[in-house]
């Protein structure tokens, strides 16, 4: 994997991270090398994509890991490029309740919005009713948005957001 992470491709990093043991030091040590890799470089699309393919495979622990490092990283300054980084998780979560507690998150509503969505003759066609939650983590946060529309294509869409 140290070779890949040189050639700067994180697709294929994702694609050949299989460990038999996800739990393995050497593994989440590779994992938090490659999370500061990718801070340093400031490359937050492939931050997303790590931290989904930790989701999508249930490397829970890689996934605690690289939490730990980008509010560590965060917590370094007061004006931070990762504030305002989103990262996008989709509309499923595998094992969501694990997934709840490694981030620890409190399910009391710290902020509430409602978003429109019109069509083209400027008519309401759908919305979103979106619920910030806190984490164990100062700087991070669990938004989920439940969308509701005219179609009956209701669905939530779960996303990580940094901030201050």
């Not at 998150?105 to 902020?111: N, Q, T």
């Not at 019109?118 to 979106?130: A, K, P, R, V």
């Amino acid at each position: 994997m140290k070779e890949l992470v040189r050639m700067n491709m994180p697709e294929d990093i994702l694609r050949n991270i299989d460990p038999e043991d996800p739990d393995d030091m050497d593994f989440l040590l590779e994992i938090a090398d490659l999370t500061r890799q990718l801070i340093t470089g400031r490359k937050y699309e492939d931050i997303n994509a790590l931290i989904n393919c930790t989701i999508r495979n249930g490397y829970n622990e890689a996934f605690s890991w690289i939490m730990e490092l980008l509010q560590e990283e965060f917590g370094k300054k007061e004006d931070h490029d990762l504030a305002g980084f989103s990262c996008d998780i989709g509309r499923s979560v595998a094992n969501f309740d694990e997934f709840a507690e490694r981030l620890q998150i409190d399910f009391h509503v710290l902020e509430h919005d409602v978003e429109k969505v019109l069509d083209e003759h400027g008519e309401e066609q759908s919305f979103f009713n979106n619920f910030t939650y806190r984490t164990r983590y100062d700087n991070i946060f669990l938004i989920s948005s439940e969308n509701f529309d005219t179609k009956d294509n209701d669905y939530i869409q779960y996303r990580l957001v940094f901030r201050r």
